[in-house]
């Protein structure tokens, strides 16, 4: 089985600064990957970044990068350069590599951007 | 990219009628489906997994008979809700993976569904 907690319920961050949202997770697997999502007002879930769990190296997809710490079991979210556009829930996830079907969500995370 | 779809996007229905909710993959093939549920400011619990032409699977606590899944045909999933009840309002959301993603994380969300359940 795998578990996965966000601790922060809520946050906010100032237009154009930093932000880290942090992820914790659980897993018996040896191979999974880590995921997180963004879902706008519209509901949409959108995929921001993904972590296959055997590279060291962390991802990173523009203004988003990840800190993987696998040792710690954790996966925060680094988000520069905040944008009012990044204002949504952000969820945390875990799937496992080789018989995953199942994602694993953590509670989220409901970002605000202020202008 | 692969494009999934629902339909209606929101519907309400009185208390003890059926509603059926539709989750269809667009320039895809989707052997598999998933369907989820969003309550309120929470996260996002697996309901069932369909794979086309068999029976879905459900998770634990979800009931069979309530969630009728069907899976008949490689675009599209159907979720229907029966004998509707108001703790049965919800965000429902479906994913969906095909042949050609061999990759376990390539599944794709739909929009979602929001019922209300009067």
């Known amino acids: 089985a795998q578990t996965v907690t966000q601790s922060q319920p809520e946050m906010s961050v100032q237009e154009a600064e930093t932000v880290t949202l942090s992820c914790t997770y659980d897993t018996s697997e040896s191979n999974y990957y880590l995921f997180w999502y963004k879902q706008p007002p519209s509901r949409q879930m959108i995929l921001v970044i993904r972590q296959e769990a055997y590279k060291q190296q962390n991802a990173t997809e523009n203004r988003f990068s990840v800190n993987f710490q696998k040792a710690a079991k954790s996966f925060s979210l680094k988000i520069s350069d905040s944008q009012l556009g990044d204002t949504a829930m952000y969820f945390c996830?875990?799937?496992?590599?080789?018989?995953?079907?199942?994602?694993?969500f953590g509670t989220g995370t409901s970002l605000t951007v202020i202008p | 990219g692969a494009v999934v779809s629902q339909h209606p996007s929101r519907v309400i229905c009185k208390s003890g009628t059926s509603v059926k909710i539709e989750c269809r993959s667009l320039d895809f093939q989707a052997t598999t489906m998933f369907w989820y549920r969003q309550f309120p400011k929470q996260s996002l619990m697996l309901m069932a997994t369909s794979n086309e032409g068999s029976k879905a699977t459900y998770e634990q606590g979800v009931e069979k008979d309530k969630f009728l899944i069907n899976h008949a045909s490689l675009t599209l999933s159907t979720l229907t809700v029966t004998s509707a009840h108001p703790e049965d309002s919800s965000f429902y959301i479906c994913?969906?993976?095909?042949?050609?993603?061999?990759?376990?994380?390539?599944?794709?969300f739909g929009p979602g569904t929001r019922l209300t359940v009067t």
């Open positions: 994913s969906a993976r095909g042949p050609g993603h061999s990759l376990s994380y390539e599944q794709y």
């Open positions: 996830a875990s799937l496992a590599g080789n018989t995953g079907n199942q994602f694993y």
